[in-house]
């Protein structure tokens, strides 16, 4: 018996809570403005950036890669050297072992 005494007494307490709860106020206008806000037609922004797609940006990913390694394998030292050697002597860039002697 002491368990239902108990059991009531719980069950008058969570009602005597309910009780203290105060109504909440709403604008009456509330449901319009939300009804209005949820269903009104938003002009969709263009994404700049919907070109560069995954598989865009992994096809351009590979052709570096390819023109590189292509690049690496045709490159010869020696002519390198020699390209180098001549583009800076045609714009003045190197020295050579007749102006090192003028300056001593």
Do not use: R
């Amino acid at each position: 018996m002491d368990t239902n005494k108990n059991i009531q007494s719980k069950i008058d307490n969570t009602l005597g809570a309910m009780d203290a709860i105060k109504t909440v106020s709403v604008s009456p206008f509330f449901k319009d403005k939300t009804m209005q806000h949820l269903f009104t037609e938003k002009e969709e922004t263009v994404n700049v950036w919907n070109w560069l797609s995954p598989k865009l940006q992994l096809a351009t990913l590979v052709c570096v890669v390819i023109l590189n390694v292509v690049a690496f394998t045709q490159i010869d030292s020696s002519s390198y050297d020699e390209n180098l050697n001549d583009f800076a002597e045609t714009y003045g860039l190197s020295t050579s072992d007749d102006d090192t002697s003028i300056l001593n």
